[in-house]
């Protein structure tokens, strides 16, 4: 069984660790090996200004002169990369930061050092961490836990900030709020959209969100359709959907290292077991009818919708696809720009420019729950774009060919 153990952190929350582990053998040495020279959490400052004397490393005291320095008596700053924190004449923290060549002076003890990158992270330390986002998911920071003091890396690609600390002696960070994965994979008050598969099926689903009420459908490619309700939980980032005939989803939401979100699970639907396998596409605002999904800009769906079936039902038929375009169009097929002036140029075109990959692209879309922005509403990853234009009608204004 793992042990837990708490950390009082700003504002009186309370922090539940479990102690971690890395191939059976508990995290005993809270250090980092400086210069070659091991500092350790709880040694004296004295030691530690001896040993980085030892060293020939040159550094400056100081007292705390910030909100976030205020709980420790004194530090040490060797140059722009380490901070050493200390309370009562004990070193409470070891922080460093990937500049300044720090990386070749400082490691922790058992090898990792900035610049390091996540796989090499768990290897020495293993996949048993929380995972802990700040900024709108800007900054992750992975925390361990040992009996008496906390490892801390936080990684953008490769890691940038190593923290070894004192348990009840949680940093205050400038990163903003802490949020939780489940706010970062299903944003509050949004449509959230997301691609991909159940079990060989490709589908589109969007998850609406107010406050821990979601409701949610999933469409596939033939038009097929899934509702669902659903709660989220408090601090987690589990969730199950269900309808009235019976099926069931239970999901997952998983930030991944490349800031891909994803969101996983399995159920029944229609007496069928099935999985699925999704990840983030885009997210927009519920708008005042929370019914209409593009309602926050400016269009209704069953109109933009219906001009989706449109286009696709008429990509085999130049003369009807050619009424749907607004002219002049400008046609990109990855390295020219062709420019289509009106209806008739486009019918004398259209063989030479849409092939027949395309046309079945076209013609296997998606129809709802489509990306939209300012400029409009896209299908396909952005290979039609159209709008709604002042005369009230619905064209294609761009093409980017795949």
């Given amino acids: 069984m ?46 530690i200004m001896s040993k980085l004397d030892i060293a020939n490393l040159s550094y400056r005291e100081g007292g705390p002169d910030t909100s976030n320095e205020s709980r420790y008596d004194s530090y040490i700053y060797i140059g722009r990369w380490m901070q050493i924190y200390f309370l009562n004449n004990e070193c409470v923290r070891l922080r460093v930061i990937d500049v300044d060549g720090s990386s070749k ?7 990792i050092a900035p610049g390091n990158t996540y796989s090499q992270m768990t290897e020495l330390y293993g996949d048993d961490f929380e995972t802990h986002l700040y900024d709108s998911g800007r900054y992750k920071v992975y925390r361990y836990a040992s009996d008496d003091c906390i490892y801390e890396f936080g990684i953008e690609g490769s890691i940038y900030n190593i923290d070894v600390y004192v348990a009840d002696q949680a940093p205050v960070y400038d990163y903003g709020e802490e949020i939780q994965e489940a706010d ?23 998850i609406t969100r107010t406050e821990d009420d979601l409701s949610a459908t999933y469409i596939t490619r033939d038009g097929a359709e899934n509702f669902f309700q659903g709660e989220l939980q408090e601090n987690s980032a589990e969730f199950v959907l269900n309808n009235d005939a019976g099926d069931y989803l239970h999901m997952a939401i998983n930030t991944e290292d490349n800031g891909i979100i994803s969101v996983n699970g399995d159920g029944q639907i229609s007496g069928n077991n099935v999985a699925l396998t999704l990840n983030q596409d885009t997210f927009f605002p519920i708008g005042e009818d929370s019914a209409n999904y593009y309602s926050s800009l400016g269009y209704e769906a069953e109109e933009a919708e219906r001009f989706a079936a449109m286009i696709k039902d008429s990509i085999e038929d130049k003369s009807a696809f050619a009424k749907l375009l607004s002219y002049p169009i400008s046609i990109y097929d990855g390295k020219n720009n062709t420019v289509i002036e009106n209806e008739t140029a486009m019918m004398e075109a259209y063989d030479e420019l849409f092939g027949q990959d395309f046309k079945e692209q076209v013609g296997n879309m998606f129809t709802k729950y489509m990306f939209a922005n300012y400029q409009g509403i896209c299908v396909e990853d952005g290979i039609m774009w159209f709008h709604k234009e002042s005369s009230g009608d619905y064209k294609i204004t761009a093409i980017h060919l795949p």
């Fill in 105 to 111: 002076l400082v490691r922790t003890d058992k090898g």
């Fill in 2 to 47: 793992k042990k837990r153990f708490a950390i009082l952190l700003a504002g009186g929350l309370v922090l539940t660790l479990a102690a971690c582990s890395s191939n059976g053998n508990n995290l005993d040495n809270c250090s980092i090996i400086v210069g070659g020279e091991s500092l350790s959490i709880y040694e004296s400052k004295q030691d």
């Fill in 184 to 206: 970062l994979g299903i944003h509050n008050n949004e449509h959230n959209i997301y691609m991909g598969k159940c079990e060989d099926a490709e589908i589109r689903m969007v």
